[in-house]
């Protein structure tokens, strides 16, 4: 009788984690979209600055870093997801260890977008004074869109 509860325990273990994994799935593909929204708000933004030659090149630069870094995410995240993956078909998978490894997912994505971000902040000190004014006014009107 204890076994069989045993094997129903970790059967409902099983289902729990493999539904919770399982709807996470969909949301695991948001870091292209992010990508996406990230380099087309760039490009609407560079657009509205009258950049210089000089400027743009830098410009591209600067989405292609993005770009690099949204794509080294997919490639890591892929990878730790095959590990969560092999772990699961083990005969005793470690729960904790799969929690782990994903977890890290969701930081590393996190950290991706922090390094847009920063990313996007160090390309300012290459616009001038009236870009900056104007890029200040542009932030300001967006943000006063928020309530």
């Known amino acids: 009788m204890k076994e ?3 094997y129903l325990s970790l059967l409902a273990i099983f289902l729990i984690l493999g539904l919770g994994i399982g ?5 695991m593909k948001a870091q292209p979209k992010i990508e996406v929204y990230f380099v087309k708000k760039l490009d609407k933004t560079a657009a509205k600055l009258n950049l210089s030659s000089e400027q743009k090149a830098e410009f591209e630069k600067l989405k292609a870093e993005i770009r690099q870094n949204f794509q080294e995410g997919r490639t890591k995240k892929q990878e730790v997801l095959r590990q969560i993956k092999a772990e699961g ?27 847009a971000f920063d990313l996007m902040s160090a390309f300012t000190d290459r616009l001038n004074e009236n870009q900056k004014g104007e890029l200040v006014q542009m932030i300001s009107a967006w943000v006063s869109k928020w309530d």
Request: hydrophobic share 30%.
């Open 4 to 6: 069989r509860n045993r």
């Open 23 to 27: 709807s996470c799935c969909p949301r």
């Open 89 to 115: 078909a083990e005969e005793q998978p470690d729960i904790m260890k799969m929690t782990r490894l994903l977890q890290a997912v969701f930081d590393d994505e996190a950290n991706r977008i922090n390094g």
